[in-house]
């Protein structure tokens, strides 16, 4: 077998650094690669690795752990690939040592807090001459890839408007988990910006702006964010918020997303071109529906999160040199937007509207009425929360708009 076959064989040695929540999903994946010959674990990173439900099974294979990704390094190890899956406050520092160590990155979302950690990111995925990707799912789809790929194409004709809604119940349980859940900074003072905008439902904002993009690895990039934000939750942050993005392509993008709900509901998207409309359901996926009543369905993004894992294990295989589905310069179009709605104030629901429920043993649901429905109404309407009239909402403040 020549060099170049062997090349070809060699299973992928990946890192997964933080193996606690979301890690586990990189966990499952990657022992998913290696039945299939593609992909070794070759270490994990994380502080606290006894909350991991697969501690046990980690320990029992011999898996190398550190506590930290300064101890891996400092052991001489360098994988081929590095999966973060950290908690918001570290993918900046922690993807940049990954990067000046010679590793690949496949870094969680989002990509980072702010937009100077996103640039310091950037810069270093340039000089150290390996791929950064960031892991929105959505992004990495056969559907969102395909329904791009027709856009560019121009078969839906010029975007228009872009809105989706997600009202998704988070109660104490979720935002007891850690110490940054629904905050600012964290503990130690890192900026975090938690809320559900920059985290549980990022993927359905960072899939607008991507899918409106005029290069296929491209997001739009916002000028503007108008925004409300408002809070019935005992936290430091907004759990409830409407905004109203302006970017440089002209597509006007609309976004609904809340905890402080009764019920699930979303996510609901809809797409608006010059010649289609594309919309989104759970029950459905995503369809678009033509002018002159042609249909074409193009599959659900939901389907097969871990596609983002499979591409940057093939990237690895091919030497780094197949072409990237959510660089950092797309991801960063998300934060820009959080960056610009953090800047608003943070209304109280009126108290004695709200209302709360123990939804389960230990967890406790507080929740606005009417939120969910109003998101609704607006979001079919195309308007703000401030912005309805018929009649007005009782509890809401203006608007308030900042260039980007």
């Known amino acids: 077998m020549n060099k170049r076959k062997a090349d070809e064989v060699k299973p992928v040695e990946v890192l997964i650094v933080g193996i606690g929540g979301y890690g586990m999903r990189y966990l499952e994946a990657v022992r998913e690669y290696a039945h299939k010959g593609m992909a070794r674990l070759v270490a994990v990173v994380d502080p606290c690795p006894e909350n991991c439900p697969a501690w046990e099974r980690i320990k029992a294979e011999s898996v190398p752990h550190f506590s930290t990704l300064e101890d891996y390094l400092a052991s001489g190890s360098r994988a081929d690939l590095a999966a973060i899956s950290s908690p918001i406050a570290f993918h900046a520092h922690q993807a940049c040592l990954a990067l000046e160590a010679g590793m690949n990155v496949l870094c969680e979302k989002p990509i980072c807090a702010t937009m100077d950690e996103a640039r310091r990111m950037i810069a270093h995925r340039d000089s150290s001459g390996r791929f ?6 959505w992004v990495f789809s056969q559907a969102v890839q395909e329904l791009k790929s027709d856009a560019l194409a121009g078969l839906l004709g010029a975007p228009r408007r872009f809105l989706t809604r997600v009202a998704w119940p988070r109660g104490s349980a979720y935002y007891g988990r850690n110490n940054w859940a629904g905050a600012v900074r964290d503990a130690a003072g890192r900026v975090v910006y938690d809320s559900p905008v920059n985290n549980a439902t990022a993927h359905h904002l960072h899939a607008m ?23 019935a939750n005992k936290i430091e942050n907004f759990d409830a918020a409407c905004c109203r993005i302006e970017t440089r392509e002209g597509v006007e993008i609309l976004f609904y997303s809340a905890h402080c709900v009764e019920e699930y509901s979303g996510p609901l998207m809809r797409y608006e071109y010059e010649n289609a409309v594309v919309e989104f359901t759970m029950e459905g996926g995503m369809v678009a529906r033509f002018g002159d009543g042609a249909v074409k369905a193009y599959g659900s993004p939901i389907d097969d999160p871990m596609r983002k894992m499979r591409h940057c294990i093939q990237r690895c295989r091919d030497g780094g040199k197949g072409a990237a589905v959510c660089p950092p310069e797309a991801a960063a179009a998300h934060t820009l937007c959080v960056e610009g709605i953090q800047h608003m104030p943070v209304q109280e629901f009126p108290p004695d509207e709200i209302r709360e429920k123990e939804t389960e043993p230990g967890n406790r649901l507080v929740y606005m009425p009417g939120l969910a429905t109003a998101m609704e109404i607006c979001f079919e309407r195309g308007v703000l929360f401030s912005e309805f009239d018929q009649p007005p909402l009782t509890w809401t403040v203006r608007a308030r708009r900042v260039e980007l």
Request: aromatic share 10%.
């Open 132 to 137: 950064l990707e960031i892991g929105y799912q």
């Open 209 to 231: 702006l991507y899918i409106a993009g005029l290069e296929s690895s491209a997001a739009a990039r916002p000028t503007a964010v108008t925004a409300e934000c408002y809070r």
